[in-house]
């Protein structure tokens, strides 16, 4: 009896230290009111379920056209996530199809005040993306036109769990549109003023409401009528006494919730009055097609009236602009906040004085002259090209620009002036002149042009006849790529982070990103760093101590403290430059790194593995006690063995647990640890180990005495993701199971300490 009692203790001793499966082998044999503080079986049987990702909210839900200054979005909750990061990609203009083409995920960003302090939603399954405030609600904003994509992840840095992927809504949201190319007759008729109407972009259009107004400004306007959103003309039938008289018309959009858009352009129309002049023809520019860098003169054929007003809309605004109310000239020379880039659009109207009401003018139809007419006068001042780009190569820097406003032959007689500068306020040198002829087509809408001067900054400028518009703005090439990048890997970043080197929620460390300047650097203001879990997607901007404000880095080193981070995950960097417009292109080299984990978190990863090899036993598991003495040996999953030797000898049980490079599990770039082979996503280089997560050589033993007491020795070297050793020398044996002492967790690069006997049990 004795024998088999000594037998009985050792190896339940040494079952309970390893946290093995054998549930049964303690129930049935070894009493657990030992007085002494123990392992809990029902966590070593039946683990608590632990959340290591979070999921992605399944659906996100974006609002297309239901306000004119806003768009909400709002997403699923997702389990166990206490917060969500939302982000926005704006898409301005279609590509050359017409199509709103997806945004590449490097171009999202954090909401600008979605919360006081960073991106953070909490407890929040939807926003209001405020896009336009209430004096920005205008028929000319161009956010009308634009498409807002978003994505939205969620999160619990407080447990530490990693972020889930993004969901990315499918279709973008846009803002409530009002109706475009609002125009009205003037003068056509001498019975009605007919409206009409380019539909709203948006979808959820259920009518149109019409306005008038006898002022220009179009304040104090009357309702005149609502029509279905099929509907793009009204008639406004004007009373004989107030033909002649001037209206002011603009429609409004209604969706079906009420919601009305911003007012479209304001239309002047007219119905024509008894005793009018005749319609004005032949108005043409004959000085402002590029011509001029401040003027634009137009002339007109004598009508035979002794007045003539003239008007001006543009190709960013349709509404009728007065330029004169009367001039007895046939010629105008317009030099009123005339703006590069925008063609305009002049007509104009003769009117006579009404000879019965001195305060009364009688006018005539508007000229048939403006943008959607077959001959329509239209003018622009010499401009600058509206975009210009500039890359370096090995053989100096290549400029591409657009053309400047006019037509295929006007563009061909232009030149265009190249300035170059070390300072981007300083004094601009003339590089080069270039003639449109030399340079060809337009390729992709662009010319490109070489040339072998280097400066920080250029802009361009463009001559016509003797003639040279303003600058275009400022542009600097895109600096070349950051090199050599190095993330660390377990690595104790104490002496050079202080007190800012401190765990997260799942008790790792920071990572330390480092990198070189580009070969030529003098062109870079700073570096932005970017991280994800996936090497070729889901990268997000990192800022600077996650206070989400400061995102450009002067120096060569970010440390990242990810309060996501968790132990047997990798994670993948790259690195930005940008010049001094805050302006990039070129990414560094993708490179994958982790922090290290805390002694008891080192204690709790390498027991997967020993708690894992039990499993595989077969004596330690029989019930009968003297069914558990000998020998065994067993493989590990990726190699490996691991030994069992149980005896008794004199009054003490001996169980001798021998690892030789014995190793279960992979860990992969999702964080999966399991034995599923490695595939090309995975790091099969990870820690020196072929991608093996522990890799265990050394003895875990158990020696107890009569009494049931007794203590554990051995040691356990590690390689793998974690490399380092594992003491059983100071675990305590009481009472036939695991009751005290503890560890001795030395990981490569840290001190050695101490790890109570409970961790890894919790």
Known sequence: MMKKCLINIAVAGICAVLLSSCAELFQEKVSMGTGYETASLTDVVIPKQVIEQLDSPSQIFVSNGDSPSSITVSWTPVRGAISYRLERAIVTTPNENGKFEAPDESDYEVIPGTSTSSATLYNQTSFTDTILSQNSMKYTAPQYS?????????????????????????????????????????????TKVSISWQKSTSPTVQEYSIYRSENENGTNATYLTSVKSNMTRYDDTIAEQNRGTAYYYTVYA?????????????????????????QVTGVRVTNGRGTSTESITITWDNAGAVNYAVYRSSSKDSALMLLTAGTTSTTLEDKKNLSPNVYYYYQVQAWTQDPNDPNKKIKGQLSDSGKTSTSPAEGFILSAPETVSVSKGANGHTIAWSPALGTSDEQAAYSYKIMGSNDQSGAFTDIETVDAASLGLPFDGLYYHQISSTYGYYKISTLNNGVESEASTVTAPAPFAPQSISVSRTANLSSEMGSDFVYNANEVFPVKVTWTAPSESSDVKGYVVYRSDKKDRGYKKLSVGNDEKTYIISGNTFYDLNPSARAGKVYYYKV?????????????????????ITANQYMREYNKTITNSLKKLTLMHKSGNTAKLGQ????????????????VSGVSGRVIMRYESYADFYVHATGKIDSTPLDSSDESTLGNA????????????????????????????CRGMYPGSVVYDNVQIKGGAAGGGYYIIKRDGFSSENVSWTVGNE
């Not at 498409?147 to 846009?174: D, H, I, L, M, Q």
């Not at 803002?175 to 475009?180: E, I, S, Y």
């Open 576 to 596: 930005l430059s940008v010049n001094f417009l805050d302006q990039g292109a070129n990414y560094s080299d993708v490179e994958y790194g982790y922090g290290a």
């Open 632 to 647: 065994e040996s067993r493989s590990g999953t990726l190699g490996g063995t691991l030994s069992y030797d149980a005896h």
């Open 254 to 278: 209604q969706n079906r919730s009420g919601v009305k858009s911003c007012a479209g352009a304001l239309a002047m129309g007219y119905a024509r009055a008894e005793g009018a002049p005749p």
């Open 690 to 717: 072929g991608g093996i997560y522990f890799i265990v050589t050394g003895n875990t033993n158990t020696s107890a005495g009569m009494d049931t007491n007794g203590m554990m020795d051995g040691t356990v070297e």
């Open 146 to 190: 634009y498409r807002y994509y978003y994505r939205v992840s969620a999160e619990n840095s407080f447990k530490g769990y990693t972020p889930s992927e993004y969901t990315t809504c499918e279709n973008p949201g846009t803002l409530f549109a009002p109706p475009t190319e609002i125009k009205a007759t003037t003068g056509s008729s001498d």
